[in-house]
């Protein structure tokens, strides 16, 4: 069972903007930096955000995060059709002394 | 351009070790400031993190999986393998390997992935 919880599932038409949650305690999210993995249907995850809130080269700006106390956020502004993918949250945790993944998000696109 | 490519066996007798390799191209495995990882996905669900070595040769693992988990890194021929002992049905999964960007815990992450390679723990 993950440490990180993120809601089962998010859908938006295309134009949305679509915020997924990742709630984690104070060994994890609360005392380390996190990081946002995409995964395409059939395809290895990809690094989408990491340190919080930055994107690796190739990554478009309509993709952001942030994080506050022991909670994350993704955003996805301006929802296109080929957004339609798995996201998952992830950070190490202290306590643990491991990487730990989030539960996943399903997003829709409509 | 990094690339990394998981190979072995994508049947495997329960009670017996899975091994996988991962062989890195485009760049040395014994390069300082990063890591080397396996994470893998059971058919339908999220991701696991097993375990990452380290350049150092230092090793860390899920603890629900450390008992049984073996990193061998072999830098002379630029891969780096994965050994799980004892499996079940339950390590019946697509494992990938990965590269961390950093070393840094406190900035951890998995910034190149190879494809994955599906492994079916079955008699």
């Known amino acids: 069972q993950s440490v990180l919880t993120q809601p089962p599932s998010a859908s938006g038409t295309p134009g949305q903007r679509v915020t997924i949650s990742c709630s984690g305690g104070s060994s994890n999210i609360g005392s380390n930096t996190v990081n946002w993995y995409q995964q395409l249907p059939g395809t290895a995850p990809k690094l989408l955000i990491y340190?919080?809130?930055q994107r690796p080269s190739g990554v478009p700006d309509r993709f952001s995060g942030s994080k506050s106390g022991t909670s994350a956020s993704l955003a996805i502004s301006g929802l296109q059709s080929e957004d339609e993918a798995d996201y998952y949250c992830?950070?190490?945790?202290?306590?643990?002394?491991?990487?730990?993944f989030g539960t996943g998000t399903k997003v829709t696109v409509l | 351009q990094l690339q990394l490519q998981e190979s072995g066996p994508g049947l495997v007798t329960p009670s017996e070790t899975l091994s996988l390799t991962c062989i890195v191209s485009?760049?040395?495995?014994?390069?300082?400031?990063?890591?080397w990882a396996w994470i893998r996905q059971p058919p339908g669900k999220g991701l696991e993190w097993i375990g990452s070595?380290?350049?150092?040769?230092?090793?860390y693992s899920n603890p629900s999986l450390k008992s049984r988990v073996t990193l061998p890194v072999d830098t002379s021929k630029n891969r780096f393998s994965l050994k799980l002992s004892s499996v079940t049905a339950a390590d019946t999964a697509v494992y990938y390997c990965a590269r961390t960007g950093t070393t840094d815990k406190y900035y951890y992450y998995m910034d190149v992935w190879g494809k994955g390679t599906t492994v079916t723990v079955s008699s």
């Open positions: 340190s919080n809130n």
């Open positions: 992830a950070a190490w945790d202290d306590s643990l002394n491991g990487y730990v």
């Open positions: 485009g760049g040395s495995i014994s390069s300082s400031g990063y890591s």
């Open positions: 070595i380290y350049y150092s040769g230092s090793t």
